[in-house]
């Protein structure tokens, strides 16, 4: 099977603008997760959909959205972007999102923020 | 609320000496423990979960309920176990359904 995509792999934006992320599950993966990875905060928890709807989020601004379509792709939008959005972005995709599921991590979308 | 501390950020040890990867946690309820490494250029991956009692690359960890802890260990370093360990709480159904809770990594170096 093919691992978790995520295109683009790189993105340089500027303050104020708005960046959308895309994430493809392996196939079969019904459940997607996004986090924020940096330096000094480790890795974040931003939300997580299954089926179509966001289950979870973690405490980021709303800034910070996602969607998941019908056939478990998602993406994720980050609108008004400061420069401490600049971070690695990974998605993660479960089959269902159960507790006791691993969770296969995607090679992330570098984003900087100037 | 779900924490996970990792309270190493970084860890150095010689080729062949014992390592310990400190991980605590906090969770109402029996949690579903889990160790996520990140080699060097490589993608985060599942190291080991609690639920399989498992052995992976010589690492083991035993959940302590009593000390909230989830410690991963290996009697014999190798310098290839150099790589960013990071140790994660995944929900139960219910409210947090979906939702990890990940330490902020611990950082191991293994010198020859």
Not at chain 1, 9 to 17: A, E, H, N, P, S
Not at chain 2, 50 to 57: D, G, L, P, T
């Amino acid at each position: 099977k093919a691992g978790v995509t995520q295109t683009p792999r790189y993105l340089i934006k500027t303050r104020g603008q708005q960046v959308t992320l895309s994430c493809s599950p392996i196939s079969g993966h019904r459940s997607v997760s996004w986090y924020q990875q940096t330096p000094g905060q480790g890795l974040q928890f931003l939300f997580e959909y299954f089926s179509e709807t966001q289950r979870n989020k973690g405490n980021f601004p709303g800034r910070f959205s996602g969607r998941q379509f019908s056939n478990s792709r998602s993406e994720m939008n980050v609108s008004t972007l400061e420069l401490g959005d600049s971070a690695l972005y990974l998605c993660a995709s479960s089959l269902a999102g159960q507790s006791q599921e691993t969770q296969y991590f995607g090679p992330g979308t570098r984003l900087l923020v100037l | 609320a779900q924490r996970v501390t990792q309270p190493e950020k970084l860890l150095s040890v010689f080729k062949g000496a014992p390592v310990e990867l400190k991980c605590n946690y906090s969770y109402s309820g029996s949690p579903e423990l889990f160790w996520y490494v990140q080699y060097s250029r490589q993608r985060l991956q599942l190291l080991l979960r609690h639920i399989s009692r498992e052995s992976i690359k010589g690492f083991t960890a035993d959940l302590n309920k009593g000390e909230t802890s989830f410690h991963l260990k290996k009697p014999f370093a190798q310098e290839e176990d150099s790589a960013m360990y990071y140790c994660a709480l995944q929900a139960r159904p219910g409210t947090n359904a979906g939702k990890s809770t990940f330490g902020d990594g611990t950082t191991l170096t293994v010198k020859p």
